[in-house]
């Protein structure tokens, strides 16, 4: 988006839906932040072990191919929520009121079906590498160490899903925006202006000020 984005709260059902999903996409957010510092410590265990040993770590291009999936998709629900994704705002930009909510329905409808075609393809990618009689329930595995593919793989399918129940969510939020006449619907991310956004991280930033020990 163009600039950063607010998501406002209230007492309604979809304020309280919104929120409790947010703490499920704040978890998985968090999971993907660890797993970015968890292929910190492999690269210095790995460069460490080959200088100083010559031996370095087993296998570390196979342990990345199992990190890559949480650090790809764990966090895109929490971004969308946030309004976080790139897109072009030169148009949407422009509308207000009911067109604004109807412009920015349709294109969540186009996301969900999207990504409702992706969490099934992702699905049955997952199944053709799951099988409960295989040894540790995998038909595939790594090269090197031979690390069962099929976690790595599943979860596409669930972070997917959980961003289909926020752009469901938003769709709602968006819908009863436009059926309203809302000005500023909760649960969906309202784009703020440079100005707004300054003024933002500003008093965000005075306010830690405030909190240091003097």
Do not use: C
């Amino acid at each position: 988006m163009a600039g950063g984005a607010s998501v406002l709260e209230d007492g309604s059902n979809l304020s309280r839906i919104d929120r409790q999903l947010h703490k499920l996409e704040s978890y998985m957010a968090l999971i993907s932040g660890l797993a970015i510092f968890s292929l910190m410590i492999l690269a210095v265990v790995s460069v460490g072990g080959r200088n100083l040993m010559n031996a370095p770590l087993p296998g570390y291009v196979d342990w990345i191919e199992q990190v890559m999936p949480l650090i790809a998709f764990m966090g895109v629900a929490y971004t969308q929520r946030s309004g976080g994704h790139i897109r072009m705002d030169i148009l949407v930009g422009k509308l207000r009121g009911r067109a604004l909510w109807g412009a920015e329905f349709i294109t969540t409808l186009a996301m969900l079906i999207l990504i409702l075609l992706l969490v099934w393809g992702t699905y049955s990618h997952f199944l053709r590498a799951f099988d409960f009689s295989a040894p540790y329930w995998s038909r595939d595995s790594s090269i090197d160490i031979s690390i069962p593919l099929w976690p790595a793989k599943l979860l596409a399918p669930i972070a997917f899903s959980v961003l289909g129940l926020r752009l469901a969510l938003q769709l709602w939020g968006y819908g009863r925006a436009f059926v309203l006449g809302l000005v500023e619907p909760v649960a969906v991310p309202l784009v703020l202006s440079a100005a707004a956004q300054a003024a933002e991280e500003a008093e965000h930033v005075a306010g830690l000020e405030e909190e240091e020990p003097r």
